[in-house]
């Protein structure tokens, strides 16, 4: 039996330039709101490096050039040579550096515990855990910089990193927990039928698989403590780190001094941002409720 087929549709030529249209509208609309979104992000850290490397006829006037007019690196080399910034410099980098470590640490082992609990209990740790991030930080500021006076940790490095720590523990280990939970039990119950004691299956099995998202969770605390201030202010009555040394010309009206110490604030934050966004976007930020 012979069957009936329908003749091809022919495209009409209004439809089809109506639809090219649509679409080069819609791609011409979403570049420009996604220039729109940089620019605006973007901008505000040209201004501050302009600052950074103008004379000051150019920037302190009504209408200052949006371009570098006269561009110089006194701003710069007048810090580095008064020795102004290369302690609190240091300081930022042991600081921020030394809570990374111990948060990873303290966080990896605990974190890793936590994702092999049950369902249910796991949920609990890991909402405890965020809602110890709800209170306001000078609430938890006070109390313990106190104490830490007490304990003669005051104008230290040690008693800055512990107090970093406290901030940033919950969140490492939430990142964590996430890490550890995505990694299979399968692996660790197979590396111990061949004769792998815990540790071993730990330190050779399950860590280098997550070392990902421990990276991620390092990091992530290493830029928390490099921007602190309120802890620097807290903890710190004379010495500096960079950001309480940018305060500190922020208050006496050093506009020259402030963009160059931002600027320099801003150089890591952003190349690791970059590295970050990489494993933000595959998950690693997204697994410590799932089932």
Request: aromatic letters at 14%; proline letters at 7%; one cysteine or more.
């Amino acid at each position: 039996m012979a069957t009936v087929t329908e003749p091809a549709r022919r495209e009409n030529p209004a439809e089809s330039f109506l639809y090219r249209l649509r679409n080069s509208v819609f791609t011409l609309g979403f570049v420009l709101l996604a220039a729109f979104f940089v620019a605006w992000f973007v901008f505000p850290l040209y201004i501050l490096f302009k600052v950074s490397v103008s004379q000051p006829q150019d920037v302190l006037t009504q209408r200052p050039p949006l371009l570098i007019q006269n561009f110089t690196w006194d701003h710069w080399e007048r810090m580095f040579n008064l020795d102004r910034i290369l302690p609190p410099l240091q300081m930022s980098l042991t600081v921020a550096t030394g809570t990374a470590i111990m948060c990873i640490l303290i966080a990896a082992p605990a974190a890793y515990a936590i994702s092999r609990l049950p369902r249910g209990l796991r949920y609990g740790i890991v909402l405890a855990l965020l809602f110890t991030r709800m209170f306001p930080e000078v609430t938890i500021a006070t109390p313990i910089a106190a104490r830490f006076y007490g304990w003669g940790l005051s104008d230290s490095e040690i008693g800055l990193i512990l107090a970093h720590m406290i901030r940033n523990l919950p969140f490492v280990a939430w990142i964590l927990v996430g890490t550890f939970q995505v990694i299979p039990v399968d692996l660790e119950e197979a590396s111990q039928v061949d004769g792998a004691g815990r540790i071993s299956t730990l330190v050779r099995i399950v860590f280098p698989l997550a070392l990902p998202g421990i990276v991620v969770a390092a990091m992530f605390a290493w830029l928390d403590s490099w921007n602190d201030l309120l802890w620097a202010i807290y903890l710190l009555p004379s010495e500096f780190t960079l950001p309480r040394l940018t305060y500190y010309y922020a208050a006496r009206g050093g506009f020259f001094d402030v963009a160059t110490f931002s600027v320099i604030l801003t150089i890591p934050v952003f190349f690791i941002t970059l590295f970050l966004q990489r494993y933000i976007r595959t998950g690693y930020l997204s697994g410590a409720v799932k089932g």
